[in-house]
């Protein structure tokens, strides 16, 4: 069964800074999918990507599949980014079930 | 983007009753949807997997006589928390896929239920 490890666990930014959240995994996947959770617990997928890398405005995700890992960066940060970002995997190979990350609470400071 | 709609919101009951969690796919038609339940701090963690016009398969430890699934058509599957318990307070939310992995999961605005 894959395990998801995510850092780090909290961040605290200040607007306009460059922001960086790191995944690992511990089983060959297909793809892997970024969410976003707010403060109301509803979620937002973000991307799903099974190679390289994904823009969408100011959200940027790449993923290297030979070292079980990814990073999604928010460029330009602002306070409206504050949420937990959860990454996920399917439990293993072929399967549609996911496994989820413990999430990273992102708070972006005026 | 595909929308899941899950309702309600909150809802707080009594020990003892029973509630029922619905989750719609409004545009797409969802072969296969999950139902996911998280405690405080805690990450998601997958309860049972739907499909449509089948039993659903539960993961180990959670109860299909307490957490009774039904998917009954491509768009609407639902989850009733039986004979409630304070301890079965939590916030569910359910995901809808249209197909294989290769699919993206769609999620619903999840429920935060509260028993008294």
């Known amino acids: 069964k894959n395990e998801v490890e995510q850092s780090p666990q909290n961040l605290t930014a200040q607007e306009g800074e460059f922001i960086t959240i790191n995944c690992s995994y511990s089983?060959?996947?297909?793809?892997l999918h970024w969410l976003q959770q707010h403060p109301g617990g509803g979620i937002v997928s973000l991307f799903m990507?099974?190679?390289g890398k994904k823009k969408h405005g100011r959200l940027i995700a790449t993923i290297n599949i030979q070292e079980k890992h990814s990073s999604l960066h928010i460029t330009a940060s602002h306070p409206r980014d504050s949420a937990v970002y959860i990454c996920?995997?399917?439990?293993?190979?072929?399967?549609?079930?996911?496994?989820f990350g413990k999430g990273t609470k992102l708070t972006v400071n005026p | 983007g595909a929308v899941v709609s899950q309702h309600p919101s909150w809802v707080i009951c009594k020990s003892g009753t029973s509630v029922k969690i619905e989750c719609r796919s409004l545009?797409?038609?969802?072969?296969?949807m999950f139902w996911y339940r998280q405690f405080p701090k805690q990450s998601l963690m997958l309860m049972a997997t739907?499909?449509?016009?089948?039993?659903?398969?539960?993961e180990q430890g959670v109860e299909k006589d307490k957490f009774l699934i039904n998917h009954a058509s491509l768009t609407l599957s639902t989850l009733t928390v039986t004979s409630a318990h304070p301890e079965d307070s939590s916030f569910y939310i359910c995901?809808?896929?249209?197909?294989?992995?290769?699919?993206?999961?769609?999620f619903g605005q999840g429920t935060r239920l509260t028993v008294v």
């Open positions: 996920a995997v399917p439990t293993q190979g072929g399967s549609e079930k996911l496994v």
């Open positions: 089983v060959g996947i297909s793809a």
């Open positions: 545009d797409f038609q969802a072969t296969t």
């Open positions: 995901s809808a896929t249209a197909g294989t992995e290769y699919t993206e999961a769609f």
């Open positions: 990507l099974s190679s």
């Open positions: 739907s499909n449509e016009g089948s039993k659903a398969t539960y």
